[in-house]
């Protein structure tokens, strides 16, 4: 019964490999997130689909991919890893985007993490 | 834009002594608050947040926090620590950004509670 499940957990893999990250909630959010721990622990937002719409897009290099075939899964695709994407890769979801109330506070609900680590 | 500070990297506490993480954010336009816990090799749950209402907020585990919206700070709290207390608490906030939530997240402070 988790709410939001990340696969894998942990990702070993060689420099210049492609490698993906699945993400899925079975919360019913319509909105969805992947955030970047670096080693210092610091949290970066990469993206974030609304109901399959890309909403946020940070700076980040166009080697990572994000695809949302549906409202409940966000996956992220990674293509010519570089040892500076090794870190700890977050899904997360909330209900929705908040357009629609004032009070449209999202809480995340995060996965578990998959910790990436390119050698 | 956002940013979020937490000043202390890693707080260091006995048990059952009080203690207080500290986090501050930059803007004063309307914004809502949470922390989150961080437990080792696990990902974020909420701890609590502030919406509106009553500046004092109550969350899981015996945390609070009150908002401070002259000093744009939102401190977190609690009386007694445990040892199951240790783990990485991260401040967020959220603001409207072109209709939509954007997340901005401190850098964290490591709560390390020794027996």
């Known amino acids: 019964d988790t709410a939001v499940s990340q696969t894998p957990k942990y990702l070993v893999t060689q420099m210049g490999n492609d490698k993906s990250i699945k993400c899925e909630q079975n919360l019913g959010h319509d909105t969805m997130y992947w955030y970047k721990q670096d080693s210092k622990k610091f949290l970066k937002i990469m993206f974030s689909y609304n109901n399959k719409e890309l909403i946020i897009n940070e700076t980040v290099p166009n080697r990572f991919s994000p695809k949302s075939p549906d409202k409940a899964h966000l996956n992220l695709h990674i293509n010519s890893l570089e040892l500076g994407d090794s870190a700890v890769y977050f899904c997360?979801?909330?209900?929705?985007?908040?357009?629609?109330?004032?009070?449209?506070?999202?809480?995340?609900?995060f996965g578990a993490g998959s910790r990436l680590t390119v050698l | 834009a956002q940013s979020v500070t937490q000043l202390d990297s890693q707080v260091p506490v006995f048990e059952e002594a009080p203690v207080e993480l500290r986090c501050n954010y930059s803007?004063?336009?309307?914004?809502?608050l949470f922390w989150y816990v961080q437990y080792p090799n696990q990902g974020l749950q909420l701890l609590l947040k502030y919406l509106s209402g009553s500046t004092l907020v109550k969350g899981i585990n015996g945390f609070e926090a009150e908002f401070n919206k002259s000093q744009t700070s939102f401190h977190l709290r609690k009386p007694s620590v445990h040892i199951s207390d240790t783990a990485e608490y991260f401040c967020?906030?959220?603001?409207?950004?072109?209709?939509?939530?954007?997340?901005?997240f401190g850098s964290g402070t490591k709560l390390n509670v020794k027996p």
């Open positions: 803007s004063s336009v309307s914004v809502y």
């Open positions: 997360a979801s909330s209900p929705r985007d908040g357009r629609e109330s004032a009070f449209g506070a999202n809480v995340l609900t």
């Open positions: 967020a906030v959220s603001e409207r950004v072109d209709n939509f939530n954007k997340f901005y």
